[in-house]
């Protein structure tokens, strides 16, 4: 199910070490929130037919109640699901997680990150609150968890004890962009580019495809790539509109093609003997961290379509 990411605020009462957001000093961030109108847009622009779920993101999108009640009966109307990914603050307590479920009733799945970085500033409980409020509302529950390493993973799961067993868990490996520039640290391996064998060794997990639209209507083929500006899979609305360019992207067959198997998998032998010259010598953590140096340093001839796998030769 294809998944359409709309950050609807700046303002998060966390400062996650990893988050991808550049909070300013201040805990909360800013006061900057998607308007209604902007919201009704981008939910306006999305086809059924390709896209499946409205993903409500920030900061922390349950601070903005009103907004998550207008997309949920928006994105009904527009036969789409609704979602919102959320550090579940409001859920201190059964009662308050009780309240806010009320609140935005209706919703059909939240994911609630979770990860050490969370777990700062949350307690297991504040999950296990969530959950046991969502029994019976016909609300889908998920975890989403970043990690540094495979150990780091499994240790987190753990942690969940029969939950990992009770609901979907996506795992994401932490790139240093954001907050997370500064706080990488020893834990995360870091793999030296000498030769295309070397590229085999990094951890994959592109997720092109995720799209974010932004307040400024822009379309971002992935969660990463607000910060990659020169991305090709980054593209302003301002001329053509938003639902016009959603089906420029969808179109592209470099789009499609790393969509369906990721950055590295996507290059023909030619694509990743390039990258390897391209990248020789430096270090990096994973297949997205990677792809961000690419797009954001390194040369245009990655991203020839030539270099590509064609998207209807495999899939994903």
Request: hydrophobic content about 40%; some cysteine.
């Amino acid at each position: 199910m294809r998944i359409i990411t709309i950050p609807i605020n700046k303002r998060c009462p966390l400062r996650c070490g990893h988050c991808a957001a550049r909070f300013p000093g201040t805990q909360t961030g800013d006061s900057a929130r998607m308007s209604q109108e902007c919201l009704d847009e981008c939910i306006g622009a999305l086809d059924p037919r390709t896209y499946s779920i409205v993903l409500l993101g920030g900061g922390e999108p349950s601070l903005e109640v009103p907004l998550i009640q207008f997309a949920i009966s928006r994105s009904h109307a527009a036969k789409l699901f609704c979602a919102m990914v959320t550090a579940p603050v409001w859920a201190a307590t059964p009662e308050s997680a009780e309240k806010f479920l009320e609140s935005i009733s209706g919703i059909d799945l939240i994911i609630m990150s979770y990860d050490r970085y969370h777990l700062e500033f949350l307690k297991i409980s504040n999950y296990e609150n969530a959950l046991q409020a969502a029994a019976g509302r016909n609300i889908c529950m998920a975890f989403h968890l970043c990690c540094s390493n495979e150990q780091e993973k499994e240790e987190l799961l753990d942690q969940l004890g029969f939950l990992r067993h009770l609901f979907q868990v996506n795992c994401t490996y932490i790139v240093p962009i954001g907050n997370a520039a500064k706080s990488v640290d020893a834990q995360m391996s870091r793999i030296t580019v000498e030769n295309v064998a070397s590229l085999a060794s990094l951890p994959r997990g592109c997720r092109l495809g995720d799209i974010q639209i932004d307040e400024e209507k822009t379309v971002y083929g992935c969660c990463w790539m607000r910060a990659a500006p020169r991305s090709p899979f980054v593209l302003s609305s301002k001329l053509s509109g938003l639902k016009a360019t959603l089906e420029q992207l969808e179109r592209s067959a470099k789009f499609q093609a790393v969509r369906r198997r990721g950055f590295l998998d996507a290059l023909s032998s030619t694509g990743q003997e390039a990258m390897a010259r391209l990248a020789r010598g430096r270090e990096f953590l994973n297949e997205c961290h990677l792809c961000l140096t690419a797009m954001n340093e390194l040369g245009p001839e990655i991203w020839n379509e030539e270099i590509f796998i064609p998207a209807e030769s495999h899939d994903r």
